[in-house]
């Protein structure tokens, strides 16, 4: 059975280290020997290293200090893809991929999110349905975040798609909100607090109050493949096809002083619907003699 193998590629140039990674590497059977990689994933706390293959539908699980499995390898029809631990560590999360038949599009099997019980390598509960992609968990571990391109057939021959990020309560199951895009959903992130979630997307990124499910925000720039928020709460980050990053503000009271910085006056109703939008209109900015420089 392979093993996990750590080559050493340190700048050292003695012998010793290079002999005993020689002689770690002569004990293991190296996992790509046997085994294509899809994705890889460590715990928090760095002792648990969890992998996912294309050729095999499997998922392994190793124990970083001894380099042997913990759990005999885990193997679901269609394959794992990615794999995320929660924050705290108290789960792992993989994506399953959708099963195809011949040269149709239309899945035979839809792709679906197993979670984990990391203290016991059981899965929770069944796994989360009309999801095939994970996106993010929050930081306090409650929620997942997945996304899912859905086919919808109307014949033999004619189908169409809806391409949705749902938001799920981890300890239940629950999906507790399904925010519907016009393009598939390629990135995800919660803000710190859990209270909103930011999107990607071809058609650009989208923040979502999750109480309500209300569309917040949209910058439509041009498509987004990655996106990342500050630990703050106080940023987003955007990557866009161009390889251009951009940073954006996300809570309004930020935005909000950084405007009445540039400005010599208050927004208009206008500006405050197309930059704010949060709560009724209101005078925002301070007169300019009272304002610090």
Same mark, same amino acid.
């Given at each position: ?50 992998? /996912? ?43 399953? /991929? ?5 040269? /149709? ?95 990607? /997307? ?92």
């Amino acid at each position: 059975m392979p093993c996990l193998t750590f080559f050493m590629n340190a700048p050292s140039r003695s012998s010793n280290l290079r002999t005993s990674a020689s002689a770690i590497a002569a004990q293991c059977t190296p996992v790509t020997a046997t085994w294509r990689m899809y994705s890889l994933a460590f715990s928090p706390d760095s002792k648990v290293l969890v992998a /996912s293959t294309i050729n095999s539908d499997t998922a392994v699980v190793w124990d970083v200090s001894t380099k042997n499995e913990l759990v005999p390898p885990f193997k679901k029809e269609g394959g794992y893809r990615q794999i995320t631990f929660s924050p705290d560590g108290r789960y792992a999360a993989a994506s399953v /991929s959708e099963r195809y038949s011949g040269a /149709s599009p239309i899945p035979v099997a839809a792709g679906a999110v197993v979670i984990w019980d990391t203290s016991t390598w059981k899965e929770v509960r069944p796994p989360l349905q009309h999801a095939s992609g994970i996106l993010a968990f929050s930081s306090d571990s409650k929620l997942l975040a997945t996304s899912e391109d859905k086919l919808q057939v109307t014949s033999e021959t004619e189908y169409s798609q809806e391409f949705n990020a749902s938001i799920w309560n981890v300890a239940t199951g629950k999906q507790i909100k399904l925010l519907r895009h016009p393009a598939p959903v390629t990135a995800g992130a919660f803000t710190a607090d859990g209270a909103r979630l930011v999107t990607a /997307s071809s058609d650009g990124a989208r923040l979502w109050e999750l109480s309500t499910g209300r569309e917040m925000f949209l910058q439509r720039d041009s498509p987004i493949h990655a996106i990342a928020v500050s630990p703050d709460g106080k940023y987003l980050a955007t990557a866009d096809e161009q390889d251009v990053v951009q940073t954006w503000f996300l809570r309004p009271a930020d935005l909000i002083d950084e405007a009445c910085r540039r400005l010599t006056r208050d927004l208009t109703k206008d500006e405050w619907q197309q930059f704010v939008a949060d709560g009724p209109y209101a005078p925002t900015c301070p007169p300019a003699t009272s304002r610090s420089p």
